[in-house]
Each structure stands twice: as C-alpha cells, then as structure tokens.
C-alpha cells in the first residue's frame, strides 16, 4: 500500500498549548470539526489531519515520523533528546523551567544544592544543568504536582516550570534561578518525506508565518500635511512602503502603512509632532509578504 500523502500534525490534547495552537491553526485557514474528545481530526480544506495526543510523546512521534510535524513546548522537546528539526519559534507558551527552594529554609540558590535531593518532571534537563556547573544532585523524578516534594520530605528543592510563580509561592517555595526558557515551537521530523509532503509543509508555514507577522503588526492611517510626507516615512519602521493617498484638502495627504506593534507607542508622538492627524491603528487578521 502507497504511503498516504496526508501531512499529520500532532498537537497538544489539552493544556496550556492546546487552545493557542488551535486558535493558529484557524487563523490560518484551516477548517475542522470540534477537536475535544477525539484523537484524529482531519482538516477539511486541507490535506492535512491533526492527531491530539499527551505532549510529551510529541517529539517521538515526530522523531518516528508517526507523526511529520509538531506543536510543542521547547522544553519537552530538549528533555526527550528527540532527533526532530526544529522549524519555527512561535511566540506563545511562554514560561521557564525554575530551580525553587524553601521561602525560609537555609538554601538560597542552586549554588547551594551540591549533593541535596532535586524533584523535578525533568530529569535530563535538570541534570545537565548541575553538571555544567560542577554539582552532583540526587534526581528524584516526580510526573506531576513536583512543588508539594519539600513539603513532604522527598526533595530538598524542585525544578519545575514556572510562568507566574503563583504555584510556587502557594506552596512557599521561592524562585532562585532559572535554568531553561521555552516557548511553544514546530518540529519536523528528520525522517525523508515525499514531495507532495514538502509541498504541504512549505504551505503550511507560509500561511503560519503570515498569522505570526500579523500578530507582530499593525496597520496604521493617518492624515498629514503634504510637506510632512518625508518625515512622516522616515518616523514610520514600515514592513512595506507606506501608500499615500490624496485629499479634498490639496496641502493635505492620507497615509497608511504596516508598522511593528512595539513601535507604535514610541513612534506616535513623533507622528503627531510631525502633523499626523486623526491616526489611527487597526489590527491585522493576516498577512504574507
């Protein structure tokens, strides 16, 4: 039997990943029936099926080409030492993975735990780290609810991901360094795919990375002196030239562009000094440049 031309995609079945990426995967185009409570949801204007699984067996499903790409935390992905390629950062699910210590025990940092007991969901990334810094912990692996090991004896310290704090602190455990940063990203598999498979995953990005520029960007009008036209431009960091059109008001011009969202605040000032007037800034669904 051929082998199906299909591309499959593993994602998150539920967790902090699993809505954003949804949310992406819409954005993006892709049409599908309700993805909660089942396993395989094919797309319906894409060849595409996406297969919702626990995510620490995401990378070995990519590695194994089960699965060809996948959504997953940087962070599981470097701790199952998967042989994937890495295509895309992605921006979202961001957090750390955090050594903790007791609020008002003895031990501040990780500098302090040569020799002490570390409860962690991630042994090999915890490990390392110590090593690369000259310690020896014990490693004691926990597969959920690490924070409460202190507390019961079993752990002097823990290494778990962070992103507020909040369950640390509830737990009175203080964070001391962090030791890893992630982000939610997309790996492929390293296995040799067919071409119709290539040609889906080079549409694929494409549409992703239009909804990635999107989300980083904005479009802004405004209306401006004619005059002011040069400097205008040159005030405004636009992705692509600005369109200028004209006005009722021959001395007057509109003006509308793609700007970086982070620049937006800082430029605004600057616009107004210049003569823009009636500015206004509007967000982008997509976008491919």
Not at 266 to 284: N, S
Request: hydrophobic residues 40%; contains cysteine; proline residues 4%.
């Amino acid at each position: 039997m051929e082998p199906s031309s299909t591309l499959r995609i593993a994602l998150q079945k539920s967790g902090r990943l699993t809505e954003k990426s949804i949310a992406l995967l819409e954005q993006a185009g892709m049409k599908f029936d309700s993805y909660k409570g089942h396993m395989i949801v094919p797309v319906q204007n894409f060849d595409i099926e996406l297969l919702l699984i626990r995510d620490d067996d995401i990378p070995e499903y990519v590695q194994d080409a089960v699965c060809d790409i996948g959504f997953v935390g940087a962070n599981v992905t470097v701790e199952k030492q998967a042989d994937v390629e890495v295509i895309r950062n992605l921006g979202y699910g961001r957090c750390r993975l955090s050594v903790a210590v007791p609020k008002n025990g003895d031990l501040k940092s990780a500098a302090d735990l040569n020799g002490r007991r570390i409860a962690t969901s991630y042994p090999n990334l915890t490990r390392k780290y110590f090593e690369d810094n000259g310690m020896s912990v014990d490693i004691v692996t926990i597969s959920g609810a690490v924070e409460i090991a202190p507390r019961l004896g079993v752990a002097d310290a823990v290494c778990d991901l962070v992103s507020t704090g909040g369950t640390l602190k509830s737990n009175g455990l203080v964070e001391s360094d962090v030791i890893f940063e992630s982000e939610c990203q997309l790996i492929k598999t390293n296995r040799p795919l067919s071409p119709e498979k290539q040609d889906l995953i080079e549409k694929f990005l494409v549409r992703i990375g239009g909804c990635q520029l999107a989300e980083r960007s904005r479009y802004i009008m405004m209306n401006a002196p004619k005059k002011s036209l040069k400097e205008i431009t040159s005030v405004i960091s636009a992705l692509s030239s600005p369109t200028v059109l004209p006005l009722e008001n021959e001395d007057m011009i509109a003006i509308h562009s793609v700007i970086p969202i982070q620049e937006f605040w800082d430029v605004m000032e600057r616009l107004k000094k210049a003569g823009a007037t009636g500015i206004v800034i509007l967000p982008i669904e997509n976008m491919i440049m």
